[in-house]
């Protein structure tokens, strides 16, 4: 990775995802064995890291100074970059890098560990089937990781047009469109950002409308978009999968929706919330697939997100794995409960009733 100062040997370890400077002789990387310091020569005065970091703005096409204080963007090289100056910044200028690491789908996630087999075999299903999916994690989970891991399994007679904010995904597959966001000048003019982006690209044809990061008002074009007939996926953050509710409510009031209004939409937008963590020691991990609960009495809005799939696979909510589910088997006791014909078609073989949205109720996983 060219241009990138004293810092280019630390982005080029493969085991390394961030790099941050925390003022004059303060770098810590993080990846495969967590958040450590290092020793970084060149970098031990506050002028020295203010050039770095106002050259790598420079290479983004972005202005760093006094007027505009920080930057959020993209290097040629891919690297994600955020810088901010002094005195927003105490104790100096702060840089940090993201470096993008290609996925290579979901069998590269099972050969580090971070992914079983069965719950592999349930993301693979969620793709087949054309779910809308949100991933959700804490800060350096892996999120964008997986997520660009599950659109590698598309076909790729799929067209995928993808929106951010500063361009991380890069998924191995051959029909993708990227729309960057744009920040406005230092007059406030000419900003362009991701809500107008999410229009943009449902007049441009996708098969599959993908957005980076849900963080702000965009979030209700967003599940507009997927509650219409579109198919595709987001990230959002989230501490754990429960909280998602509470965090899309909380998006959907910044761009003028009540509570309710939010959730309906979430629930007739998303298929299934995929969670993932992160352990101290760096590594990351799938945890599980979840679907939405219904209020009492089967009311809507929905009340919370529950567990359908856990970690290697099985659906807890029944008790078997995603693999006995596929072939139509009850893990429990042998028992058919329904025809894997009708899980597949969406129709609930329990009760009988149409199940146009059954998938939803009985599990997003199935292939």
């Given at each position: 990775?060219?241009?990138?100062?004293?810092?280019?040997?630390?982005?080029?370890?493969?085991?390394?995802?961030?790099?941050?400077?925390?003022?004059?002789?303060?770098?810590?990387?993080?990846?495969?064995?967590?958040?450590?310091?290092?020793?970084?020569?060149?970098?031990?005065?506050?002028?020295?890291?203010?050039?770095?970091?106002?050259?790598?703005?420079?290479?983004?096409?972005?202005?760093?100074?006094?007027?505009?204080?920080?930057?959020?963007?993209?290097?040629?090289?891919?690297?994600?970059?955020?810088?901010?100056?002094?005195a927003l910044a105490r104790g100096g200028t702060?840089?940090?890098?993201?470096?993008?690491?290609?996925?290579?789908?979901?069998?590269?996630?099972?050969?580090?560990?971070?992914?079983?087999?069965?719950?592999?075999?349930?993301?693979?299903?969620?793709?087949?089937?054309?779910?809308?999916?949100?991933?959700?994690?804490?800060?350096?989970?892996?999120?964008?990781?997986?997520?660009?891991?599950?659109?590698?399994?598309?076909?790729?007679?799929?067209?995928?047009?993808?929106?951010?904010?500063?361009?991380?995904?890069?998924?191995?597959?051959?029909?993708?469109?990227?729309?960057?966001?744009?920040?406005?000048?230092?007059?406030?003019?000419?900003?362009?950002?991701?809500?107008?982006?999410?229009?943009?690209?449902?007049?441009?044809?996708?098969?599959?409308?993908?957005?980076?990061?849900?963080?702000?008002?965009?979030?209700?074009?967003?599940?507009?978009?997927?509650?219409?007939?579109?198919?595709?996926?987001?990230?959002?953050?989230?501490?754990?999968?429960?909280?998602?509710?509470?965090?899309l409510v909380a998006l959907g009031g910044a761009?003028?929706?009540?509570?309710?209004?939010?959730?309906?939409?979430?629930?007739?937008?998303?298929?299934?919330?995929?969670?993932?963590?992160?352990?101290?020691?760096?590594?990351?991990?799938?945890?599980?697939?979840?679907?939405?609960?219904?209020?009492?009495?089967?009311?809507?809005?929905?009340?919370?997100?529950?567990?359908?799939?856990?970690?290697?696979?099985?659906?807890?909510?029944?008790?078997?794995?995603?693999?006995?589910?596929?072939?139509?088997?009850?893990?429990?006791?042998?028992?058919?409960?329904?025809?894997?014909?009708?899980?597949?078609?969406?129709?609930?073989?329990?009760?009988?009733?149409?199940?146009?949205?059954?998938?939803?109720?009985?599990?997003?996983?199935?292939?």
């Open positions: 990775m060219p241009d990138l100062g004293p810092l280019e040997p630390l982005l080029d370890d493969p085991a390394v995802t961030d790099v941050l400077v925390n003022g004059p002789g303060r770098v810590w990387v993080d990846g495969r064995g967590g958040l450590r310091r290092v020793r970084v020569d060149r970098l031990d005065t506050e002028p020295q890291v203010r050039a770095l970091a106002v050259r790598l703005a420079a290479l983004a096409g972005r202005r760093l100074d006094e007027a505009s204080p920080w930057v959020d963007a993209r290097l040629p090289s891919g690297v994600r970059l955020h810088a901010v100056l002094p702060h840089v940090s890098l993201r470096v993008p690491r290609v996925s290579g789908g979901l069998t590269a996630l099972q050969r580090t560990g971070g992914l079983t087999s069965g719950l592999a075999d349930g993301l693979r299903g969620l793709v087949r089937r054309r779910a809308s999916v949100l991933v959700t994690g804490p800060t350096g989970s892996g999120k964008t990781t997986l997520l660009a891991a599950l659109l590698a399994e598309v076909g790729a007679e799929e067209r995928l047009v993808i929106v951010e904010d500063a361009t991380e995904l890069d998924p191995e597959h051959p029909h993708v469109v990227r729309l960057e966001s744009r920040p406005g000048n230092v007059e406030g003019a000419g900003e362009v950002g991701l809500g107008v982006l999410v229009r943009q690209a449902l007049r441009m044809r996708p098969d599959r409308l993908v957005v980076g990061e849900c963080r702000g008002p965009e979030v209700r074009e967003v599940l507009l978009a997927l509650g219409s007939g579109h198919c595709g996926a987001a990230t959002v953050h989230a501490a754990a999968p429960e909280d998602v509710p509470a965090r761009a003028g929706l009540d509570p309710a209004t939010t959730l309906l939409q979430a629930r007739t937008a998303v298929d299934a919330v995929v969670a993932v963590s992160r352990s101290p020691d760096g590594r990351r991990t799938v945890d599980g697939v979840w679907g939405w609960q219904d209020g009492p009495g089967g009311s809507v809005p929905p009340a919370a997100l529950v567990p359908h799939l856990d970690r290697i696979g099985r659906d807890v909510r029944i008790g078997r794995d995603v693999r006995d589910v596929r072939d139509g088997r009850d893990g429990r006791d042998g028992r058919d409960v329904r025809d894997v014909r009708d899980v597949r078609d969406g129709s609930d073989g329990r009760d009988g009733r149409d199940g146009r949205r059954a998938s939803r109720r009985v599990g997003a996983h199935v292939a």
